[in-house]
Structure formats: C-alpha cells, structure tokens
C-alpha cells in the first residue's frame, strides 16, 4: 500500500487520536513472487537473456503490478528487429514504462514516495543513492555538507528504516546486531534507486536532447545500478534455494557479505557473497560482477587475497576454516566455477 493510502491507513490505525487506534488484532505481510514464479513469467513471455533478468529484476523486482504493465505497453510482444544494436527487452521495457507518450510509470515513479516524504527524507534518499551502499558517517557527512543539518539527518534516517523501510541498515557476517560500526546503509527498494540513480536523470535529459541519447545516458547510469543490485540478487536466490532444496548449497544462516573498516597497516577486504552451512560445516565465498568478462584471473586473485585476508580477522578466525575454498565466477552471462 503506496502514497496517500498509506499515509491515510497509517493515520487511522496508529494516531492516538484516531478512534481506531490500537486496535489492530492481526497483520498480515504480502511479499513479491519469489523467484521461481518470476522466471516462470520470463520463460512464458520469452525473456530468456539472463541480462534481461537482471534489468527487469533491478528495476521492478518480483512486483506483479510492473509485470503487468510491460505487458500491457507490449515490451513481451516478439521483436522482430533484427538489426545489430536492437534493444534488450530491458531497455525496451524502460522505454515503454518511463519515455513514451503513454509512459505509465513516468508521473508515479515520482510522487509514489516523493510525495509522502518530502523534505530531508528526499534529500538523504537522493544522496544515499549516488554513493550506496556507504557508512553513516559518509551520508551525514554528505548530508551536512549539502545541507549542514546535522539533528535533521539523525532524525530522518531512522524513519526511512524502521517506518518507511525505504533504507536498509547492513551489518558484515557475523557481525554484532546492536554497536557494530561496521552498518552500511542502502536503497532497500530497487524500484526507487533506480529512478533516483538512473531512471529520472534520462526522463529530465529527455526534456531537453533526444531521446536516443537519454535513453544512452539511463543505460549507463543503470548498469552501474545492476552491478549493485546484482549481489542482493544473487544472495536472495541462494537463499531461495537453500528454503526449497535445490542447489548445492544448504544455508543455516542468511547470505551476506562481508567488508572491514581498515586502519594503520590493515588492507581493505572486500566479499560479495559469503553463505554457511554450520552444519556440514562450510563456507562458501562468492565474488559478483555484472559482466563475465569482468572476472579475469587478477580479479579472482584480488578476491582470493581478500578471502585469506578474512580469514585472519577475528570474525574470519571465527570459522574456523582448515583448507581454502574454491573460486565462483558468477556473471549475469552465466556462471562458471574454477578451483
């Protein structure tokens, strides 16, 4: 429940003064298709490039509403370009959602959330997508620079996380729930930091240069996206599998990752995916890049040193490994294991 039905609801059920306050007896979550109902609805529209995926899944996640309206703006429809440079069905949905004259998402995408926040709520949720995910001391240091409020910001922040949900507080493995300094902090919406971080600085260019070069400049700006919501992918589709047995890989705790705060002589450690199965007693690291040809053998070493590295932390001692584990590559071209 979005916008102005949100806010009225809210109102109603959790305002003192409401007459329906505090009494709520059940609440019940609806959550987005999972994943195996997602690819589903690929293979029955003919989505079978896995970059495809990625885009659609980067802009809409698992939400039926958005599915439903490709399909209506006819982005499933068969292409019958065959010219060399044709656009991906995921660009093909951007255009048709976001930069055609029926564009049905162009108005919403702006004001679903924008209009209920406002203020320094909108303006932390414009920086933290430009620089996610990233500490809190570089947002409100972002934040205080641009706007030099530092009560505002402690103030706004915890409201995007605890009542909005609209950002999301990331801890390292096995780090500590409560005191840890390790948090960063992110876009938990893949919808909204794509229209911040991509979508709407194309819909303004567009205003003023051709739409072919917009579009060029949303792709771009979403490729970066991609790189980052790739992760959160891939590790949601771990867990999938580990719920539904599938896979190789039984998961007794949540996909994370992992990253240090180096001081003095320390080196910076870096891993995308770090999964662990207690009870066979294993750990499973993951390296993600967007682009396959992007793991070339200096990035798997650079990931390797990092997993010797962690293994040397008191987290990584932790765990209490004896050998080394092998080398994932993983790209949204397909996977590929080495080692």
């Known amino acids: 429940m979005l916008g102005s039905i949100h806010t009225e609801m809210t109102a109603l059920l959790e305002d003192r003064g409401s007459p329906l306050y505090a009494r709520v007896t059940d609440r019940m979550t609806l959550d987005h298709w999972d994943f195996a109902t997602l690819f589903q609805v690929f293979a029955d529209q003919g989505v079978t490039e896995p970059g495809d995926w990625l885009t659609l899944w980067g802009l809409f996640e698992s939400v039926p509403k958005f599915y439903r309206d490709c399909a209506y703006q006819g982005v499933f429809a068969p292409n019958t370009t065959t010219l060399p440079g044709s656009p991906s069905t995921g660009m093909r949905a951007v255009e048709a959602l976001f930069f055609s004259a029926s564009a049905p998402l162009v108005e919403e ?7 209920e926040l406002r203020g320094a709520s909108v303006s932390i949720l414009r920086l933290l997508s430009q620089q996610q995910p990233c500490s809190h001391q570089q947002l409100s ?12 910001f402690a103030s706004y922040l915890p409201v995007l996380i605890d009542r909005y949900r609209l950002v999301e507080r990331q801890l390292p493995v096995l780090a500590p729930v409560n005191g840890s300094r390790q948090a960063r ?10 229209w911040l971080a991509a979508i709407e600085p194309g819909v303004q260019a567009a205003r003023v240069q051709p739409l072919a070069r917009a579009l ?26 580990s719920r539904r047995a599938v896979g190789d890989f039984a998961l007794t705790d949540i996909v994370t990752d992992y990253w240090n705060r180096p001081r003095d002589a320390q080196r910076l450690i870096e891993i995308d995916i770090v999964a662990i199965n207690e009870t066979d007693k294993v750990v499973r690291f993951g390296s993600c890049k967007r682009s396959e040809t992007k793991h070339t053998s200096e990035a798997l070493d650079k990931t390797a040193q990092h997993i010797q590295d962690f293994l040397t932390t008191a987290t990584g001692k ?13 790209g949204c071209d397909g996977v590929r294991w080495q080692g």
């Open 185 to 194: 902090y992110r876009i938990s919406d893949n919808f909204l930091a794509a």
């Open 216 to 241: 060029a400049i949303t792709a771009d700006r979403l490729a970066n996206h991609e790189g980052l919501v790739f992760e959160r992918m891939v590790r949601k589709l771990m867990a999938e599998a």
């Open 109 to 115: 995408a702006g004001t679903w959330f924008m209009r």
């Open 141 to 152: 240091e972002a934040y205080i620079q641009s706007f030099g409020d530092a009560k505002t």
């Open 318 to 330: 932790r765990l209490n490994l004896e050998t080394a584990v092998g080398r994932a590559r993983v």
